[in-house]
């Protein structure tokens, strides 16, 4: 994080298939919108490798209407951004249909964009900041160490964290491969520097550093269309191909 704006890839999640919790709030004022949860990353050309999505319990969300024929779930913060940002139809106006919980969120059946998994689950995160992105954060156990510890947590305490242990049962899928960390970095640095869970938060920071330095200049794409090639050269390519197939926005804070 340096001078001027962070330029994040929006990921659109289509919701397929809402938790109990949040279907009893869900009603008739989306007006037939396709629902998407929002996830800002940093990383578009790891999609490949998404297992589940993140939100913060604690967190408040909304669904925004962006247009007649879609809703965005994110942080209140967020949407306000987007407005701005001329994302959704009006600029700078926000149109808030509903709020949730974080917590009502977990366990809500979603697209991921480029998976192969192509649906996952929403799951509990201790650390999801509410003054970064979306509050909505896609997982990548292979190149992200914090998305990997966190489902660690949640396999070894599904009960604790009030999840159904299938929700966390996808793989990470190899996505990169580093001269340092083979085909599996975040895994790989987890274990180095001995991180037990997410609670771990200094050494995930100095993971999370390692992790971007090396895959980012030293990674090759180990699937996809672009298996073989820099990380660097597909990062720009996989980016605007899933804006341009509808499934991403640019959005930037
Ligand atoms: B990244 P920066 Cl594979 N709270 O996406 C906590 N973390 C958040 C967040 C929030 N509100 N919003 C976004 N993030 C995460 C992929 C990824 C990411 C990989 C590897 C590293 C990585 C899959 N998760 O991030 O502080 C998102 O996770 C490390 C650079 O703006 C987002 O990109 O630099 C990243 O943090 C943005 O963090």
Redesign the pocket.
């Known amino acids: 994080?340096g001078i001027g704006p962070?330029e994040?890839t929006a990921i659109k999640m289509e919701v397929v298939e809402w938790s109990e919790a949040a279907a009893k709030e869900i009603d008739h004022k989306i007006g037939g919108r396709k629902i998407y949860l929002v996830?800002?990353?940093?990383?578009p050309e790891?999609?490949y490798?998404?297992t589940n999505c993140?939100v913060?319990t604690t967190l408040k969300y909304g669904i925004f209407a962006a247009n007649e024929h879609e809703a965005y779930v994110c942080?209140y913060r967020a949407a306000r951004n987007m407005a701005f940002q001329g994302i959704f139809e009006v600029r700078g106006q926000v149109h808030q249909v509903l709020e949730l919980e974080g917590s009502q969120i977990v366990g809500t059946k979603i697209k991921a964009p480029l998976s192969v998994y192509p649906e996952v689950y929403v799951l509990p995160?201790d650390?999801?900041?509410?003054?970064?992105?979306?509050?909505?954060?896609?997982?990548?156990p292979?190149?992200?160490?914090?998305?990997y510890a966190t489902l660690m947590d949640l396999r070894k305490k599904a009960e604790y964290y009030k999840i159904d242990p299938k929700w966390a049962a996808p793989e990470p899928v190899s996505?990169l491969s580093t001269p340092t960390y083979g085909d599996m970095t975040?895994p790989a640095l987890v274990k180095k520097l001995k991180i037990a869970s997410q609670k771990d938060t200094k050494q995930l920071a100095e993971a999370?550093e390692l992790?971007?330095k090396e895959?980012f200049y030293n990674g090759t794409m180990t699937i996809g269309e672009y298996k073989g090639e820099p990380v660097q050269d597909v990062k720009p390519k996989v980016r605007a191909s899933l804006i341009e197939k509808g499934e991403a926005f640019a959005y930037a804070e």
Do not use: C, H, W
């Not at 650390?127 to 990548?140: E, I, M, Y």
């Open positions: 994080e962070q994040y996830a800002a990353t940093l990383r790891t999609m490798g998404q993140f913060g942080t995160m650390n999801v900041l509410a003054t970064k992105g979306t509050g909505v954060v896609t997982s990548v292979s190149d992200s160490p914090d998305d996505v975040a999370k992790a971007y895959g």
